[in-house]
């Protein structure tokens, strides 16, 4: 056999083998669409609702939507307030971690900014794990409370911002 048909032929095996490789790592790695189905959406901001302050202070809102002041912070409007809320489908015997920053800023629309700390959630703190006990397709909610801490030099304005949180599922 010639030099350029052994290579040939070698090229072919190695391809050949390849191939079959790729197929049966393809076919294994392969599993139920359904089972391994994990989507999160997050579904309503939280919101500390109108306040001033005077001095300062934090608002906290927890995972129910219940509000605390401290310091010089005066919450002036309730009825707006809400825990952040994300929806959570994924199959019944699960586990799901939350993992979240401690802290992040938020920026105001006049200037300044503002410490969000964020947690707990109604299933923990980051790091904190939980099991899935709604059927597959079946919507679980996770609640998220958070803290907004007001210095002594705060200016008047609207605050926005978002904070990252992830989800593992084992």
Not at 1 to 20: D, P
Not at 51 to 76: C, E, R
Request: aromatic share 12%; hydrophobic share 40%.
């Amino acid at each position: 056999m010639s030099q350029t048909k052994r290579n040939t032929w070698f090229f072919f095996k190695l391809l050949l083998i390849t191939g079959i490789f790729l197929f049966a790592h393809k076919s294994i790695a392969q599993t139920s669409l359904f089972e391994d189905k994990f989507t999160i959406l997050p579904v309503q901001s939280i919101d500390f609702g109108v306040f001033y302050a005077m001095g300062p202070g934090t608002i906290a809102v927890d995972y129910q939507g219940n509000i605390t002041v401290t310091g010089g912070v005066v919450s002036l409007n309730t009825n707006t307030v809400t825990p952040a809320i994300f929806e959570i489908k994924i199959c019944q015997g699960k586990t799901v971690t939350i993992n979240y920053d401690y802290a992040v800023m938020l920026a105001g629309s006049n200037g300044g900014n503002l410490e969000l700390i964020i947690g707990p959630t109604e299933r923990g703190e980051s790091g904190d794990e939980f099991l899935v006990t709604s059927p597959c397709g079946m919507v679980t909610q996770l609640r998220v409370g958070a803290t907004l801490v007001i210095p002594s030099n705060s200016v008047a304005s609207v605050y926005s911002g978002s904070f990252p949180m992830a989800f593992t599922q084992e």
